[in-house]
């Protein structure tokens, strides 16, 4: 149980901390070689100075206007799963606040990625696109992977 609770909390802290993920890297290489691994939805398209000020005063005032991660929602939950009894019907009602909280904070940053995304010219929103089936394709090569490992056990 206590590792559904650290999920629940990571995956919590992980959207939060996605707002303050520098989105706006000048270049793939950059990007890599400071979050190997961790994908940002600009990863090589090249962006004015102009552009990435912009993209900055956006990603600033989502931080300013996003809920934060509710601390006592995390305790409810962690008080439901360390109880002496289960009571799924508790758990279930507070997994369903905890998962709403998330999709606001999901909403607001699919709202500001789309602000941001409109600051791009043609070109670079063609060159994200292609990076995105790029990144598509990846993740179904893995999640393949992964069920034909999973179907030899």
Same mark, same amino acid.
């Given at each position: 149980m206590r590792k559904v609770t650290a999920l629940v909390v990571a995956s919590m802290l992980a959207s939060g901390s996605a707002i303050a993920a520098d989105a706006i890297s000048p270049s793939t290489q950059d990007a890599a070689?400071?979050?190997?691994?961790?994908?940002?939805?600009f990863d090589g398209v090249r962006l004015t100075e102009k552009q990435r000020q912009q993209m900055r005063d956006l990603? %600033?005032? #989502? %931080?300013?206007?996003?809920?934060? =991660?509710?601390?006592?929602e995390m305790e409810a939950m962690h008080k439901l799963v360390t109880a002496n &009894?289960?009571?799924?019907? #508790?758990?279930?009602?507070? #997994?369903? &606040? =905890?998962?709403?909280?998330q999709v606001k904070r999901q909403v607001e940053?699919? %709202?500001? %990625?789309?602000?941001?995304?409109n600051l791009l010219t043609p070109q670079q929103k063609? =060159?994200?696109?292609? &990076?995105?089936?790029?990144?598509?394709?990846?993740m179904e090569q893995q999640l393949s992977g992964l069920q034909q490992a999973s179907a030899q056990k």
């Open positions: 070689t400071s979050n190997p691994g961790q994908h940002h939805m990603m %600033r005032q #989502a %931080r300013h206007d996003l809920p934060g =991660v509710n601390v006592a &009894k289960f009571d799924e019907a #508790a758990v279930y009602a507070q #997994a369903e &606040k =905890v998962a709403q909280e940053m699919a %709202r500001v %990625r789309n602000q941001m995304y063609s =060159v994200l696109d292609q &990076k995105h089936q790029q990144r598509m394709q990846q």
